[in-house]
């Protein structure tokens, strides 16, 4: 059972922040595979005040799920860039912006490796994964109403299309060995890109 949510002191809040980077570091050494008492061992508690924050280890991913689509959110996706030029312009830095945080973040290959396969870890990221795209569908509609997009683009279907094809790409990037460069990465993304909202990727005019 998950926990209910709990208001925390300061100083609970601090707590709760670090048994969450250290449950972070322990899936990332043992690739995805940890317990709450091997949490507990690494960050020097007790397994019970683990338990006491997250109340179980079904409670303890979906922590770590919100703390890494808080951080992505932050830094990447709810970036305000509309200052920066026309639609292809400021959406083609929020896509340097993501792929470069999922590159930088040793989280991400474990998320979307081996975590992804928890059942707790799909439902919160089906959540997170329908905001994302209900936000890119809004960005869409801007894009259409300034002419920088063409009007018959499906706004929903081609939000869902560019984050699913974000998804699956970083999956496969973050996987490999030897990875591909970031860069690498952007120019195939940003042609998907281009493709489900209608523009070149050349001109970033519609086509």
């Not at 896509?95 to 799909?122: D, K, M, Q, T």
Request: aromatic share 6%; net charge positive.
């Amino acid at each position: 059972m998950i926990a209910k949510p709990i208001s925390f002191t300061p100083k609970g809040q601090a707590t709760r922040a670090r048994l969450i980077s250290v449950a972070q570091d322990v899936a990332i050494v043992n690739g995805g595979h940890f317990e709450l008492s091997e949490v507990a061992a690494a960050a020097g508690v007790v397994p019970s005040l683990v338990h006491r924050y997250f109340g179980s280890k079904a409670g303890l991913v979906t922590a770590l799920v919100d703390d890494f689509f808080a951080r992505f959110h932050a830094e990447a996706l709810d970036v305000p860039l509309d200052d920066k030029g026309t639609w292809a312009e400021h959406e083609r830095i929020r896509l340097e912006l993501g792929v470069r945080f999922n590159f930088a973040e040793p989280f991400s290959a474990i998320l979307y490796g081996p975590l992804a396969r928890e059942p707790e870890v799909a439902r919160k990221e089906a959540a997170r994964i329908a905001l994302v795209v209900d936000r890119a569908a809004r960005s869409i509609r801007k894009g259409q109403k300034r002419g920088e997009l063409p009007a018959h683009i499906d706004p929903g279907l081609a939000g869902a299309a560019m984050f699913g094809a974000m998804r699956q790409v970083m999956t496969e990037a973050l996987n490999r060995t030897p990875r591909p460069t970031p860069e690498a990465v952007i120019d195939v993304l940003w042609r998907q890109v281009c493709a489900s909202v209608g523009i070149d990727p050349k001109s970033n005019k519609p086509v």
